[in-house]
């Protein structure tokens, strides 16, 4: 049985770059959402866009001004 719950996988890369970190932002049934980097300490927030800025905020203190979090992308089944 599969749980109801929305879970996105983020990455961590410079522009133009090769991946750096991965982690994921996933609801929280009473806080919003949450997200994890791994060595960063999960943050909170509202929305999923709240936090996936939070975390490249905290990316960009570790990693550099270069970096970037987004969504990872799908890859579908044909």
Same mark, same amino acid.
């Given at each position: 049985?599969?749980?109801?719950? =929305?879970?996105?996988? =983020?990455?961590?890369?410079?522009?133009?770059?090769?991946?750096?970190?991965?982690?994921?932002?996933?609801?929280?049934?009473?806080?919003?959402?949450?997200?994890?980097?791994?060595?960063?300490?999960?943050? /909170?927030?509202?929305?999923?866009?709240?936090?996936?800025?939070?975390?490249?905020?905290?990316?960009?203190?570790?990693?550099?001004?270069?970096?970037?979090?987004? =969504?990872?992308?799908? /890859?579908? /089944? =044909?």
């Amino acid at each position: 049985m599969m749980n109801d719950y =929305i879970e996105e996988e =983020i990455i961590v890369h410079p522009i133009h770059g090769m991946q750096l970190s991965e982690g994921y932002i996933r609801k929280d049934n009473s806080k919003g959402f949450l997200g994890c980097l791994p060595g960063l300490m999960p943050l /909170a927030g509202k929305t999923m866009e709240e936090v996936r800025l939070r975390l490249e905020h905290e990316a960009k203190e570790y990693y550099g001004d270069d970096v970037v979090v987004e =969504i990872a992308p799908r /890859a579908l /089944a =044909i």
